[in-house]
């Protein structure tokens, strides 16, 4: 008996994580997310990714697009990044993703 009470409560709580992923709309692994974005142009991480919430153009050959809530870390009990910065490097016209930093 106790264990039928707990294997529904595992898959209630991962119904619930799922749900909970899900709902945040489209969230990302570090990883896949590094791999999806590293060398790729703006309008390929836009189409892909879709706009970021802000972006950085103080330095026209360092530009930097943050997102938020878009990926999570595997490594900490899949926590949601609040930032995930984008950098890309490179003149305007033939910028591509340099570098992504997670905070």
Known sequence: MHQTIRKRAFWAAALLL???????G???SRDDFTKGVLG???QEVTTTYGKPKSVDESNPDHVVW?????TFDLGNQNRI???TLVIFEGPAGSRHV???DYS
């Open 81 to 83: 990044d609040s930032k």
């Open 40 to 42: 790729k142009t703006e």
């Open 26 to 28: 489209n969230t990302y």
């Open 66 to 70: 943050t997102y938020t809530r878009e």
């Open 18 to 24: 799922t749900a909970s992923l899900t709902a945040c």
């Open 98 to 100: 340099a570098k992504v």
